[in-house]
């Protein structure tokens, strides 16, 4: 059986958004004290952890906002294909995104301009540099 490329690999998951902390010194020795102990394989692990145990408990709180703000909850894509099809119909998009809106690589700023009247967004846009420049006054906030 063929091997995937790591390359291959990479492309079908979609890539973390790396954040930024500050903790206190307390709190780090804890987690370092939890993970040296062997509750957590380290750092990372322990944060995921909590933050997962953390959206797990309001996740009632998420759906109902999901639902009265009409998001779509997960990855959602738009490829080419997809927006030459909207452009035809003569219409255009409103995105409403809590996740990954991912913008195909081969759509240029003018289609996208041309078809995205907005993007309102929970969490990351993957897209070209100039597809987001050209859509960085239609990002609206939640």
Known sequence: MPRKSSTLAAAAKPSDEKITINLGCVDLG??????????YANRTD???????NQLASQV?????????KQLVLGIQHFSAEELRAVQAA???????VLGLAVIAPEVGPELALAT????????????????????AG???PP
């Open 90 to 96: 003569g219409q255009v998009l409103q995105i409403r």
């Open 46 to 52: 322990l944060i995921r952890t909590a933050i997962r």
């Open 30 to 39: 804890q987690i370092d004290l939890l993970v040296q102990e062997g509750f």
């Open 116 to 135: 995205i009247e907005s993007i309102t967004l929970l969490g990351a846009l993957h897209a070209s540099p100039a597809v987001k420049t050209a859509l």
């Open 60 to 68: 009632d709180v998420v759906r109902q906002v999901v639902a009265r």
């Open 138 to 140: 239609r990002i609206r």
